[in-house]
């Protein structure tokens, strides 16, 4: 018995670690892409190894991030208690995770497609220069918004083999969205970024103009999801109505930071993403099924 619950004490510590649970923001996005491209149900063979390979990148991408990020967070009082740095996870065992999850990403990719194998490498890549990127440049939440922003187009290929605009419409939205909400995270980091010597947008123009640039991504991610809707005869009325249902839960998001109070901020993160992205593909399923 206590075996079993160390067991399941250390799983939940690995998917913390890799906080599993925002897969939430970009595998709906992805999904959508995946019916979107079949217009209807693609085969079941087809989204299982969507979601595997989603998993695999996205585990290895936060696994690299951990790694190359553990002196920072030892550092940062946001961050010190995390598996790493609090000695909960060992380094040798989180590269493992990192080198296992990627493998899992390739072969899932592998399962997809000729196409989807190619790419593979490359995104890879991307993934894991997002964790460098704050070294070097302010520009990191745009990284993040691209590696997110490939989960639409990445699911279209698996189904189709083959690009189109309208997935790489749907990664720009996801893109803005996530780059805006990151921004937004960012805030909680300002002072520390400036104390380490880390490149951030925040920590470069200050809170007051970085909330204006999220709203600012934010209108861009309604417009690039107004393009789908146009884009798409799969999408029908129900999808547009629900971009005002997005576009008030975006304002709401905002209106619960200010320059001056930021306490409401894992809120405005975790919790109202979570029903956007939720929201969105809900209602796509139901509009390319009804049709």
């Known amino acids: 018995m206590q075996n079993q619950e160390n067991l399941q004490q250390r799983i939940r510590t690995f998917l913390e670690m890799v906080k599993f649970s925002h897969t939430i923001f970009a595998l709906p996005f992805a ?3 995946a019916l979107l491209a079949a217009d209807g149900m693609p085969s079941l063979w087809k989204i299982f190894w969507i979601i595997i390979a989603m998993a695999g990148a996205r585990t290895g ?3 690299a991030n951990r790694l190359l990020d553990a002196k920072f967070d030892a550092r940062n009082p946001r961050t010190k208690e995390r598996a790493l740095p609090a000695g909960l996870i060992e380094t040798k065992q989180a590269l493992g995770l990192t080198v296992v999850s990627y493998l899992i990403f390739i072969f899932a990719a592998a399962m997809l497609n000729s196409f989807c194998l190619h790419l593979a490498p490359y ?9 460098l990127a704050k070294r070097y440049t302010n ?4 990284i993040l918004g691209l590696c997110l922003g490939l989960a639409p187009v990445g699911a279209w290929i698996a189904v189709t083999g083959s690009l189109a605009l309208t997935p790489l419409v749907l990664g720009f939205a996801v893109g803005c969205w996530v780059c805006g909400f990151d921004l937004l995270y960012s805030l909680q980091d300002i002072e520390f970024d400036k104390a380490e010597g880390l490149h951030s947008i925040p920590a470069s123009i200050g809170i007051e103009a970085t909330l204006t640039l999220a709203r600012k991504l934010h209108l861009g991610m309604l417009g690039a999801l107004f393009l789908v809707w146009l884009f798409s005869a799969s999408l029908g009325w129900f999808f547009l109505l629900a971009l005002f249902a997005v576009a008030a839960l975006l304002h709401y998001e905002h209106e619960l930071l200010s320059p001056t109070d930021l306490s409401k901020i894992d809120t405005a993160f975790f919790t109202i993403n979570g029903y956007i992205s939720i929201t969105i593909f ?10």
């Open 61 to 63: 991408a936060m696994g």
């Open 123 to 131: 995104i890879i890549m991307i993934l894991t220069a997002y964790s």
């Open 31 to 33: 999904l959508m892409a």
């Open 139 to 142: 520009y990191t939440h745009y």
């Open 282 to 291: 809900v209602v796509a399923a139901l509009d390319i099924w009804a049709g």
